[in-house]
């Protein structure tokens, strides 16, 4: 597949579909962008300013919009958070610096972190970097490829991290109760869980190891395994991105989150902060749904319903009922040129006949 997208062939076929003259430009002006960082930075610069600069855009402003929004209009905000006017963030100053305080001191302990973890793995196999870093830009099935197998390790990671080790349940499939012991969990107990409620701030604002275990750990460990097989860094940055928009949505508290995923995210998000160590540890509810610790509508219910809402059924019905009749008009044509060939081929046999009398 890899080798097929890269034919120039592909590219003919799908130029005057998929392509226009300003997209072509646009590429071409990010490939000499790309191509200008990649040749006047470092490797490991781009890596750990690419992914503050992506923490910063899609974390904390949308979270400091969101916070401005729950103060200056409470009144509309209670009406779409889970649970109404108890679910509005602090609107003192202080609760709010300190939130943002110990927010700024993890990202700066998970950039050292993850600086220390690549220079070490980079050093160990004694290899320029752990995340390929060239001007060549990665194929879409490739990106596609690496992105699905990152978010399928991070779910696994989250959820069993999330439910063993920061919520101290045993190891047994079946259990499902309040958290247990443990100092991790009351760490976290007493940072996430000090809010009955999720709002986006408390995304970055647990306890610094807490914090690496549920927000670093799943997401730069399946990445730094997958970077052995060649991923690039911009599926890397590509795949941060992704994350941390997600979860800036999933604690935003907000029960009218629009698309099929996100919005149920969020609700079980808000279930598991009103009953912390009961249920919903992953991030999509997936492996909750397979233990049976989901809280509410689990992810096949969410999905059932919105297929029904927006009618999914219905439509791939007469897309194959359109495809279908494409398929007999398509068929019929071909007899009726058929026919009509040799009705004009009988036409001039005849006609030469006439013409030899």
């Known amino acids: 597949m890899d080798l097929l997208l890269s034919l120039p062939i592909a590219s003919y076929f799908f ?17 000499m962008t790309w191509s200008t960082l990649v040749l006047s930075h470092s490797a490991l610069k781009i890596e750990l300013m690419g992914t503050a600069a992506l923490r910063i855009v899609l974390w904390l402003v949308p979270s400091l919009v969101f916070l401005l929004f729950d103060t200056l209009l409470p009144s509309l905000a209670e009406s779409i958070k889970y649970r109404g006017a108890s679910a509005l963030p602090p609107r003192d100053a202080s609760s709010v610096a300190r939130l943002l305080g110990l927010a700024a001191v993890n990202l700066a302990l998970e950039a050292a972190v993850e600086a220390g973890a690549s220079l070490g793995v980079a050093a160990l196999l004694q290899i320029p970097a752990v995340f390929r870093t060239s001007s060549t830009l990665p194929l879409p099935w490739q990106i596609a490829k690496h992105v699905a197998l990152l978010f399928a390790a991070r779910e696994v990671l989250t959820y069993y991290i999330h439910r063993h080790v920061l ?15 443990g100092r991790i969990a009351t760490m976290h107990d007493r940072c996430a869980h000090a809010h009955a409620t999720p709002f986006s701030l408390l995304l970055m604002a647990d306890h610094p190891l807490p914090f690496l275990l549920h927000r670093f750990v799943p997401l730069y460990v399946p990445a730094l395994v997958v970077s052995l097989g060649g991923l690039h860094i911009l599926t890397y940055l590509l795949f941060v991105g992704l994350c941390t928009a997600e979860e800036t949505l999933a604690m935003s508290g907000y029960t009218a989150v629009p698309g099929i995923i996100i919005g149920g995210i969020a609700r079980r998000n808000a279930l598991h902060y009103a009953r912390p160590g009961a249920g ?40 194959a009922s359109d495809a279908g009749n494409m398929v007999t008009d398509g068929i019929d044509g071909l007899r009726r040129s058929a026919r009509s060939s040799k009705g004009r081929r009988r036409s001039a046999k005849g006609n030469n006949s006439e013409s030899d009398w």
Request: charged content about 15%.
């Open 167 to 181: 919520h101290g349940q045993p190891l047994s499939l079946t259990k499902v109760g309040g958290g247990g012991g």
């Open 280 to 319: 919903n540890f992953g991030c999509w509810g997936v492996l909750d749904w397979v233990h049976g610790t989901s809280l509410g509508k689990d992810v096949m219910a969410d999905l059932h319903d919105e297929a029904e809402k927006h009618n999914l059924k219905g439509r791939s019905a007469r897309a």
């Open 15 to 31: 130029t005057t579909s998929l392509t226009s003259w300003s997209t072509s430009l646009n590429l071409l002006f990010f490939y």
